[in-house]
Each structure stands twice: as C-alpha cells, then as structure tokens.
C-alpha cells in the first residue's frame, strides 16, 4: 500500500463535458484556489487521443504539484505513471488489484469504486488504499452508473470498512451536509462544481461546510 493519505474536503473531478466549454486546465485551475486537497482527471471521451491526455494530465501534474493537491487519474494506470501522478482510480471491471500494484509499484496510491459491501471487503483485502462508495445519490455523469445505494450504505462503509473512502454521485451543494453527517470526509461534486459560474467560490463555499 501506498503512504500517502486521502485529504479530506471536497475532492475535486475533471469532467469536459459537463465544463460549459472550459478546459480541464481552466477547470483544475479554478478548483486548486477555491481550495481542493486532492484533484482526479477523469477523462470518459472514447475519441480522445491518448496523448491528449498525456498532455492535459502533465499540465495538471505541474499545477497540483506546485500547490501540494493530490493528484490521481481515472482508469489510465499507463497514464498515471507517465505523468507522475500521485495515483491512479479504478473500476470494478478495470484491473485487478494484485497486478495494478505490480505495474505501479508500492509507492503509487489506489483507489477502487464500490458499490456494495462485498466489493468494499475485496478492496481491502487486496490493498486499496481508499474507495469510492456511490453513486449514492442518482447521477448523470456515469451512463453505466449503479443504482443509487442511500445514505445508509455510507453507514456501513463507515462502521464497518477500514480504508479512508470518498462519497460520490449526484452530490450536490444542497444535500452535501447529509452526505458528510454519515460519515464523509471526503466528497466528489462533479456537475455541481465544473459546471458552477464561478468554481473557485464555489469550491471555497463547499469547502466550508467540512
């Protein structure tokens, strides 16, 4: 495992097409000075060239590097290790936890989604060190998206699950304080924020309510 730690806080996302027509530099760059502790590069275009990405991701290495956030990439462990990303985020169906760590070394942070109890269990005992736990509440981000789990799942990850985990999906301003009285440290507003008319205030206003 990895010793690095998961921030608490608002965790920010990159999601292009939700951004209204700004870049993902323009977006990450807006998120780190409201305040964002740790930053994923999400990157769901299947036409998007591969070293598009590395390029976007090496511009946002730089800027979360200068200002100490936590960098992770979204399903690219190749991606990641080309531009030094402090980790890399997976799926169910993505890798297996005993060969991503063999590609990515001990030093490398992994993160796994979850989305019920036994895949929660697995990730610890394969060495994940944190989860996602969602969608908890219905989303638009994810075509393939889970139904949502409720608040109650977050319950049972906190009491029962020993890995710092994130609280994802459909999280909005307006329920975010619900999300974080069962137990998030951490929460990933995505639409809420990179579609926000101004993301720096309102990374700042969310941050807050921690």
């Excluded at 990159?14 to 590069?41: C, H, P, W």
């Excluded at 993505?94 to 760590?101: S, T």
């Excluded at 610890?124 to 789990?149: C, M, R, W």
């Excluded at 619900?178 to 206003?205: E, M, N, P, Y």
Aim: with cysteine; glycine share 10%; hydrophobic share 45%.
């Amino acid at each position: 495992m990895s010793q690095a730690s998961l921030p608490g806080g608002v965790y920010g996302m990159t999601a292009e097409r939700f951004s209204r027509g700004r870049s993902n530099i323009d977006v990450v760059k807006a998120m780190i000075q409201g305040g964002v502790r740790v930053l994923q590069y999400r990157e769901k275009r299947p036409d998007k060239q591969f070293r598009v990405m590395l390029e976007e991701c090496r511009a946002i290495r730089q800027l979360t590097r200068e200002a100490g956030v936590l960098f992770l990439v979204d399903d690219y462990p190749t991606l990641a290790l080309l531009a030094e990303a402090d980790g890399v985020h997976v799926g169910q169906d993505d890798w297996p936890l005993a060969e991503l760590r063999r590609l990515v070394g001990p030093d490398m942070m992994i993160g796994v989604s979850t989305h019920e109890a036994a895949e929660a269990q697995a990730a610890v005992a394969g060495g994940a060190d944190y989860i996602g736990v969602g969608p908890v509440f219905a989303t638009q981000t994810k075509a393939d998206a889970a139904a949502p789990l409720g608040l109650d799942y977050l319950d049972y990850i906190k009491n029962n699950i020993p890995l710092p985990f994130v609280a994802l999906g459909g999280v909005k301003e307006h329920n975010l304080a619900q999300v974080i009285a069962h137990g998030a440290r951490s929460v990933c507003l995505v639409t809420d924020i990179v579609a926000a008319d101004d993301i720096c205030s309102k990374v700042q206003r969310l941050q807050a309510m921690f």
